[in-house]
């Protein structure tokens, strides 16, 4: 499939300003704010909605982003729900070290897991306000995206039609595995990649959790985390080589090793419980510049994938979204494009300020286990500076947090 490609002359056609690939937080936020300003718009999303409600994926939702939802009158349930986090605890060297990073920034976390939150928008969005969502489509296609008749194709789930849907601007909010990433052509992007080297086992459990912030093991075996989902439901993350096997970490392992990283001198003793979900999660980045191409402009995992080692890419995620859907209302109520011009770079800005953000913390993280002495010898030496001195807490507590936003 190309930019130019032509839809089939047999499709049934529809026509509608917006069409997101995409049923996500960055899509399902589009679709809400565009919704919210009588801009017609129809989503399309591979899977199913009990999938997408059900998904594990990520917890760790900064202020800004809350308050921007809120704004809009889609936090409703966050803000009822969510558990504020304000500070986190480092352990290493034999000990347990608190950074009330709320004290210095302001701001606070949010854990609310994206499930839930997916779960919400799309209630607001289909539900509530009789929004366009069409769930199992198959054999999505862009066409003419370099044109200004754009459109999209895909084959209805249930009668097996192929249908097209005419269109003046896409948005593609489909993820790292999409269709949208692949139809920008390859000499009017480029791709940054990172690789870190190692893999996390991401886990669930079935435990309540066993501290009342996210702690973060630094370890010569490697890290541990500890994140706190539900009452009844923790998430972990143990270092690992990457591509590891999960069958390679039955239950008396996982729970020896996060004892082992995690337990420290006046530390509560892990909650055990059985284990809901194991993954391999294998360390990289990408960002692909521009996040646009003719008409069509991606947000989210389809544009950039930050590793969870800073919990930046649901926030990333949204970001992108209300910017572009802000810029959508502009250029479909009043005919201004200006947002849209701007969108890719404004968007980049925050994109690039969370990578390099990510590989510092990942030397924090990772340089005790790496096996030279150099790095784990700076990975102690940044500990020591940002619990020890004023000026760095704040600075990394900002980072950490993402203050300095306009949202």
């Known amino acids: 499939m190309t930019a130019a490609s032509s839809p089939s002359s047999a499709a049934s056609v529809q026509r509608a300003p917006v069409v997101i690939v995409g049923a996500g937080p960055a899509g399902l936020t589009v679709a809400n704010i565009l919704r919210a300003a009588s801009v017609d718009c129809v989503v399309l999303e591979t899977e199913s909605r009990q999938f997408i409600e059900q998904r594990p994926r990520a917890g760790f939702m900064e202020e800004w982003a809350v308050r921007a939802l809120e704004r809009r009158g889609l936090a409703d349930r966050l803000l009822e729900q969510a558990q504020a986090h304000s500070e986190c605890e480092f352990r290493f060297a034999g000990g347990r070290h608190r950074f009330r990073y709320s004290e210095l920034s302001g701001h606070r976390h949010f854990v609310y897991p994206q499930p839930l939150l997916v779960t919400d928008l799309v209630r607001k969005y289909a539900d509530e306000a009789g929004g366009d969502i069409r769930f199992g489509v198959r054999d999505v296609e862009l066409h003419a995206i370099d044109t200004d008749q754009p459109s999209v194709s895909y084959t209805d789930p249930e009668t097996g039609e192929r249908r097209r849907i005419d269109c003046e601007v896409i948005a593609g909010c489909d993820g790292a595995r999409g269709v949208t990433r ?33 702690v973060f093991g630094v370890h010569p075996r490697g890290f541990a985390a500890h994140m706190a989902r539900s009452p009844q439901v923790t998430r972990y993350y143990l270092e690992c080589p990457p591509g590891d096997d999960p069958e390679n970490w039955p239950h008396e392992r996982v729970w020896s090793e996060l004892r082992h990283r995690l337990s420290v001198d006046g530390a509560q003793p892990l909650a055990e419980g059985r284990l809901i979900d194991k993954r391999v999660l294998d360390m990289h980045n990408y960002v692909v510049e521009p996040m646009a191409y003719g008409r069509l402009y991606l947000a989210g995992d389809s544009a950039h994938l930050a590793a969870p080692i800073a919990a930046k890419g649901m926030n990333l995620a949204l970001h992108d979204a209300l910017l572009l ?18 969108y890719s770079a404004a968007c980049l800005r925050r994109v690039w ?31 020591r500076r940002i619990l020890g001195s004023p000026a760095a807490a704040t600075a990394f507590a900002e980072l950490y947090i993402g203050k300095d936003t306009d949202y």
């Open 182 to 214: 692949a139809c920008l052509p390859a000499e009017h992007i480029s791709v940054a990649r990172h690789n870190y080297g190692v893999g996390w086992l991401a886990l669930l459990a079935e435990a309540p959790p066993s501290s009342d912030c996210v």
């Open 353 to 383: 300020q969370y990578q390099e953000f990510s590989q510092w913390l990942s030397e924090v993280l990772h340089g005790a286990s790496s096996g030279d002495a150099f790095r784990a010898g700076s990975t102690a030496a940044r500990l």
């Open 325 to 342: 859907g802000d810029a959508l209302v502009a250029y479909c109520g009043k005919g201004d494009d200006s947002g849209l011009s701007g």
